[in-house]
DNA sequence: TTAACACCTAGGTGCGACACACAGGTCAAG
DNA sequence: CTTGACCTGTGTGTCGCACCTAGGTGTTAA
């Protein structure tokens, strides 16, 4: 059995990912009847190895749930799996397509401010720089 | 004096939107004595127009409490202006970095799983799919 | 006058994945 | 028995709203 900080380490993960886990459901811990401190079976260790390795292929802790229940209930999880990745692809490009416009936005607001010097307040706008800008 | 609703249809924003401002400190209606229900000056509109604009570039709520706590004092917001868009300019490209690895990473697993049968729960993986995936 | 109805309000809570803070417990060394 | 390093569980904060609840408002119709 083992305790938070023996699991993180051992999973290579901090203490706070670990009682994260626990409050979530996803690791359901023993307690230690003299003090309340969680005590983990040696198996848990492989779950959070299963759950970093799910979330570095974007799976969200929520879906990691769902996938665990499935698998523990004898049910093939791997359906799922495949749906929840392919619609994450597809969130994660929208995603990337926000994010590099907004790149742009900002190196061309960047570029533009280089030749308008700063101003004062002058009662009308907040920031004559960020005003300059084009809406969109 | 304009209503919450009033000003979220001037400013084309959620009414949610002028309250959460409301909450965090960016906007400052009075009331109404009447109902507590809160009253906002004409020129709210225009500030929150330039929440939207600057949130457009990337500024988050608290920068633009920020700037406009700098222009209200009668300093010029630019100097910070900039130095945060140069900032997010680079935390942004990280992000943008991180997102596309994930992106790989997700393209390539559901490749690899194409070739892959779903598989039933052995008591051994928790999902073989999400296993034969590399670390990285 | 009153009832119905659409629309509005303030403020509480939820989201995601932890990090951080806090007050206190544990345990080996001295 | 004390010091000190390290650990514990739980509460709260992050970010920008959206959603919910319980109730108020205001216009119209009977």
Redesign the pocket.
């Known amino acids: 059995m083992l ?4 699991i ?1 380490k051992s999973a290579n ?5 670990v ?6 459901g996803l690791l359901k ?1 023993e ?1 230690n009847p ?5 005590l983990f079976k040696t198996d848990d260790v492989k779950k959070v190895r299963f ?1 970093r390795q799910a ?1 570095g292929l974007g ?5 990691i749930k769902k996938i665990i229940n499935h698998s523990h209930k004898g049910e093939s999880p791997c359906p799922i799996v495949r749906k929840i990745i392919e619609q994450h692809i597809e969130e994660n490009k929208t995603k990337l397509a926000e994010l590099n416009a907004l790149q742009k936005r900002m190196e061309n607001a960047l570029k533009k401010w280089q030749s308008m010097p700063d101003g004062e307040p002058d009662g009308h706008a907040i920031c004559h720089l960020i005003e300059s800008v084009n809406n969109y």
Chains 1, 2 share one sequence.
Do not use: C, M, Q, W
């Open positions: 305790t938070v900080s023996e993180s993960v901090t203490a706070d990912s009682r994260h886990y626990v409050r979530i811990p307690r003299d003090n309340g401190y969680k759950i979330k799976f969200k802790l929520n879906d």
